[in-house]
């Protein structure tokens, strides 16, 4: 992992995805916006497991994976730099 690599600890309590999220924003491996669109697919996987039925909804997908490859390919520019 990029953090790892980069001598950047993180604890891995329950909230370990959040945090290393905000430790990469942090440590300048994403950007701010990126967190925040990250953030999305977060809550959108959270609502799924938590209270979720088996039913998915497209109006709740569309806006995620509507825009998911540019995301993918600025994450990996982003992470990879």
């Given at each position: 992992m990029?953090?790892?690599d980069r001598n950047i600890?993180?604890?891995s309590d329950?909230?370990?995805?959040?945090?290393i999220l905000q430790l990469s924003k942090d440590n300048?491996?994403?950007t701010g916006d990126m967190e925040t669109r990250l953030?999305?697919?977060?809550?959108?996987?959270h609502y799924f497991r938590h209270s979720y039925g088996f039913m998915l909804?497209?109006?709740l997908l569309?806006?995620?994976?509507?825009?998911?490859?540019?995301l993918l390919a600025e994450?990996?520019?982003?992470?990879f730099k």
């Open positions: 990029v953090l790892n600890n993180y604890a329950a909230s370990w995805h959040s945090n300048g491996l994403i953030r999305e697919f977060m809550g959108f996987r909804d497209n109006d569309r806006p995620l994976y509507k825009n998911l490859s540019s994450f990996k520019d982003q992470i």
